[in-house]
T-cell receptor, first 118, second 110 residues
């Protein structure tokens, strides 16, 4: 079974440009998450989709970030316009339907997209 | 103050040593406690999780949660060079949004 895939693996852009990151979750996983790790900091939650609906977008830093999940399959995260502080590694994770209380529904992580804004 | 505190290390041990990794947290609403392992240029992968307080063992790995002290630990017995990686603690209130520690870099020397 294929894991979570992310594209591109690395992106270098100039400040002010637009970048779109893509995540393909494990087939059949309704839950899709975006996280990011900026230099020297911990991995931080950005948002959570259940199928095509945004369940929780409390971690999105500002309105320069737009996430979509059309049809409940793959997801894109667009940064427009990119700023220097957006540099970091963006991780996508997916999990099947939410389990009951006491059972952790494992989030499977992709390898990440390393974004460098110059 | 961060919600989850984790010493970034690096922690360097000889092969065969017992490794102790730990995290403290401030949010008493956390109920799910996870340990993820991350190799260079890879995504985190789940090692173990514990719901609420208690201990859990899986092979050479033991996870402990003390909710009264807001302290969690991961013990690795008979450490191997292949255990060299970054170990991330992660916590969650409902099992969805994860709050991570900074990660501890572990190096096991052969």
């Amino acid at each position: 079974e294929a894991g979570v895939t992310q594209f591109p693996s690395h992106s270098v852009i100039e400040k002010g440009q637009t970048v779109t990151l893509r995540c393909d979750p494990i087939s059949g996983h309704d839950n899709l998450y975006w996280y990011r790790r900026v230099m020297g900091k911990e991995i931080k939650f950005l948002l959570h989709f259940v199928k095509e609906s945004k369940q929780d977008e409390s971690g999105m830093p500002n309105n320069r970030f737009l996430a979509e999940r059309t049809g409940g399959t793959y997801s894109t995260l667009k940064v427009q316009p990119a700023e220097l502080e957006d540099s970091g590694v963006y991780f996508c994770a997916s999990s099947p339907v939410l389990a009951g209380t006491g059972t952790y529904n494992e989030q499977f992580f992709g390898p990440g997209t390393r974004l460098t804004v110059l | 103050q961060k919600e989850v505190e984790q010493d970034p290390g690096p922690l360097s041990v000889p092969e065969g040593a017992i490794v102790s990794l730990n995290c403290t947290y401030s949010n008493s609403a956390f109920q799910y406690f996870m340990w993820y392992r991350q190799y260079s240029r890879k995504g985190p992968e789940l090692l173990m999780y514990t719901y609420s307080s208690g201990n859990k063992e899986d092979g050479r790995f033991t996870a402990q949660v003390d909710k009264s002290s807001k302290y969690i630990s991961l013990f690795i017995r008979d450490s191997q060079p292949s255990d060299s990686a970054t170990y991330l603690c992660a916590m969650s209130e409902y099992g969805n949004k994860l709050v991570f520690g900074a990660g501890t870099i572990l190096r096991v020397k052969s």
